[in-house]
C-alpha cells in the first residue's frame, strides 16, 4: 500500500473509531504524519485524557500506553507493537524498589515516569526530564530517594543546592553510552556548533552541555535561538524532526548509535493494524492505577 493511501486509511478509521494518535518524539518521523498530538510522553497522554476519543493509540513504548490508561481509564489504549518496550524502565520492579526503600528507610521517591506502573504505584511522587528539579525542590526535603535514573537523579542534584539525591543504578542505553569524547569529536568537525544534551547523560557529558533540557526544552531552545548550528545529544527522533522544521539550520547527531531501537519499531503499517485490529490493549490493575495516578497528580499539582 502506498503511503499517500496508507494515511488516508489511517484517518478514514480515525474519525469512525473517534480514535487519537499520540506519537513521541523518539518514533519514526512518519508517525507525525497521521498523529494528533507529538511530544514528550507524559504530556501526550495529559492531551488524550482531556479529549473526548473513545481509542488512543500511543506510538510509542509500554509504559508510556500505561500512562495514558492510567489517566484515561475508560478509554481503550492500544500500543501497536506489543514489544516496544524501555530498557530504563525494565532496570527496576516493584521488588527491587521496595529494597531500596527499605535500605534507605523514611526518605520520599521520585519516581521518572520512564518507569512501570507498579513503580509509580510504590512512589511518592513522579517527574519528567523538564520538571525533576521543580519535583525534587517541592519536597524540601535534605534527602530523596530517586528512580530509575542514576544520570537524571545526579543532574538534579547538580542543580538544588543541599540536596542529597540517592539514586538507584538505572538508566537509558542509549543515553549513558555517550562519551566526552563524541562531544570532542563534534566539536572538533562542528567548532561553532552549540552542545544540547538531554538530562539522561552522564554528569561528564552535562558540564559539556551550552543547553541541558527534555527534549521538548532542546526543540524548543532551538527554534527559539539565532544560532545556525547544534549538535544534538539525544536520540534521533529530535534530529528529525529539527531538520524537518527548521531546514534553515544544522543538526549533528552526536553518533549513529544514538538511536532507540523499540521506538523505531513503529511505522504506518502498525498504525493501520493497530486501528484495524484493536492491536494491542493495554490495560492497568485497578489498584495498581490508583495509586500510580496519586504519584503523577502529586507532580502535575507541583507544576500547574
Known sequence: MKKKELIE??????????AI??????????????????GDSLYLSRQAAKTDADIIVFAGVYFMAETAKILSPKKT????????????ADKIN?????????????????????STAEVKS????????????NVVRSLNTKDVLFVPDQNLGTYVESQLEGVNVITYPGYCPIHHRITTEDIKGQKTVHSNAKIMVHPECTKEVTAMADFVGSTTAIIKAVKESNDK????????????????DCPDKEFVLINE???????????????????????FEINVDETIAKKAKIAIDRMIKVNA
Open 77 to 88: 489504549v492500544l500500543l501497536p507493537n506489543i514489544n516496544a518496550g524501555c530498557d530504563m
Open 94 to 114: 516493584l521488588k527491587q524498589l521496595r529494597e531500596f526503600k527499605v535500605k534507605y528507610p523514611d526518605i520520599p521517591v521520585v519516581c521518572y515516569v520512564n
Open 122 to 133: 510504590e512512589s511518592d511522587i513522579c517527574c519528567t526530564s523538564a520538571n525533576a528539579i
Open 229 to 244: 548550528s547544534f549538535i544534538i545529544v539525544t536520540e534521533k527522533g529530535v534530529v528529525d524532526r529539527l531538520h524537518r
Open 9 to 18: 486509511k489511517i484517518n478514514k478509521l480515525k474519525n469512525e473509531k473517534n
Open 21 to 38: 494518535i499520540l506519537a513521541h518524539t523518539y518514533q519514526n518521523a512518519e508517525i507525525d504524519e497521521v498523529a494528533d498530538f507529538s
Open 257 to 279: 548509535k544514538a538511536v532507540c531501537d523499540s521506538m523505531k519499531l513503529l511505522h504506518l503499517e502498525d498504525i493501520y493494524s493497530s486501528l484495524v485490529n484493536n492491536e
